[in-house]
């Protein structure tokens, strides 16, 4: 399998980014540790850099509705991997099947520029790294 592109790549990097943040509020919030918001702040700041590299700007809603996709996209296969872990196979794959319409519909809406056929790649590219294809 070839390496996959660099936009496929960085859709990922975003999702664990935001996975990131989550975490870091979370410690917080276990913690008190102060600290947490801070990381928490700076991968917010990372994240934000690097989505404006994918997202087609809009004067709406989009950004936010497109890193809520994104995490639900990431948190989705996160859940689909531990029911399959499971052995709850069937539960699994429906799992994922939401998870990769989540990141679908961010590449769909932020990849205008790509040709159909490109953006099928870029989601073959990720299916394969997910394992899923």
Not at 23 to 48: M, N, Q, V
């Amino acid at each position: 399998m070839g390496d996959i592109d660099w936009k496929s790549d960085l859709i990922i990097a975003v999702m664990n980014l935001i996975e990131k943040e989550h975490h870091a509020r979370f410690s917080w919030r276990a913690t008190g540790d102060i600290s947490y918001l801070h990381k928490c702040a700076k991968c917010a700041e990372k994240r934000a850099k690097y989505m404006k590299l994918l997202e087609v700007e809009r004067p709406t809603q989009d950004h936010c509705y497109n890193k809520h996709g994104l995490s639900a996209g990431f948190r989705f296969m996160e859940v689909a991997d531990k029911l399959f872990r499971d052995g709850k196979f069937e539960d699994a794959i429906e799992v994922y099947k939401d998870g990769f319409d989540e990141i679908e519909e961010f590449v769909e809406n932020n990849l205008e520029q790509l040709q159909k056929e490109e953006v099928k790649g870029v989601m073959d590219r990720l299916k394969k790294w997910f394992g899923g294809g």
